[in-house]
Nanobody, 122 residues
């Protein structure tokens, strides 16, 4: 089993930045691709970004390309999401997940975190 705990969310003004962290425990995440997802009130959970197990492959939601960066440190068993130029429409609960690289784009994962709130004020 893998336990995932997100942190780093908060309230930020439009144009600001945040860095989310996802710390894993229970077993190493080095064999998993990792992803970030978000869910705004009244909307379905959507894929935001993913990174392959060795960090060699990345993919992003079109609306966050150039603003968000996903990275991982397998030695620390942690995944990050750096978010710049934040917009009010980025407001959501952000979740990290571990699973297969292709499956993550389909919002399928073996493990999910509990989420961290990101609120961007205008």
């Amino acid at each position: 089993q893998v336990q995932l705990v997100e942190s780093g969310g908060g309230l930020v003004q439009a144009g600001g930045s945040l860095r989310l962290s996802c710390a894993a425990s229970g077993r190493a995440i080095s064999s998993y691709s990792m992803g970030w997802f978000r869910q705004a009130p009244g909307k379905e959970r959507e894929f935001v970004a993913k990174i392959s197990s060795n960090g060699g492959y990345l993919d992003y939601l079109d609306s966050v390309k150039g603003r968000f960066t996903i990275s991982r440190d397998n030695a620390k068993n942690t995944v990050y999401l750096s978010m710049n130029s934040l917009k009010p429409e980025d407001t959501a609960v952000y979740y990290c997940a571990a699973g297969g690289y292709a499956e993550l784009s389909l919002r399928r994962a073996n493990y999910w975190g509990q989420g961290t709130q990101v609120t961007v004020s205008s």
